[in-house]
């Protein structure tokens, strides 16, 4: 089973980039930000939890965050794979990933950051912003905390997989196309 943990700042280009992993391996997408987006959408009281975090640019708390994803990997039956987009953000969710994957046999393969200058994702964000209507990408003070939020808690969880030999840097400037052959590449060579 490969199983990818895709990481980067917020703007890094991990939704698009899980779209192409998605298609090249077959690999199921388990985005944290979208579960979180569909309670909040349903108005779910996990969801409304969550949102209360999410619009102040906080991280949701582990236990929320871990069970909610545990809850949607067991809804897939013989997967070739997952990609864990945003989770894990902290060293207790990676711990807390590592032994649920161990009762399922399997571990995580590799970890892919996604690696992007502060200006760029900014900038990325903005447009974002304007396409998607994402109302937490539009405040430029929003954005400066998830990213602030990102680098002090979110970025350490880094030193984890390295610490196993499976943490992969990848260049996240270029074209689309371009970051995405640094994956396929990073990954084929296994």
């Known amino acids: ?67 909610m994803l545990r809850s949607e990997v067991m809804k897939h039956e013989n997967p070739a794979g997952f990609i864990f987009d945003g989770f894990p953000r902290t060293h207790a969710q990676a711990t807390a990933l590592d032994a649920f994957l161990a009762t399922l046999n399997t571990e995580i393969t590799v970890m892919l950051a996604l690696e992007v200058q502060e200006d760029e994702l900014k900038e990325r964000l903005k447009k974002r912003a304007e396409v998607s209507g994402r109302a937490d990408d539009a405040d430029p003070a929003v954005i400066q905390n998830r990213i602030q939020v990102y680098n002090n808690e979110t970025a350490p969880v880094k030193s984890f997989y390295q610490e196993q030999n499976k943490f992969t840097a990848i260049d996240g400037i270029g074209t689309i196309d371009a970051i995405t052959e640094r994956l396929f590449s990073a990954i084929d060579s296994i």
């Open 1 to 67: 089973m490969l199983n990818i943990v895709l990481f980067g700042p917020p703007g890094a280009g991990k939704g698009t980039q899980s779209e192409r992993l998605i298609e090249q391996y077959g690999l199921v997408h388990l985005s944290t930000g979208d579960v979180f987006r569909a309670n909040i959408k349903g108005e779910t009281e996990l969801g409304q939890l969550a949102k209360s975090y999410m619009d102040k640019g906080q991280l949701v708390p582990d236990e929320v965050t871990i069970n």
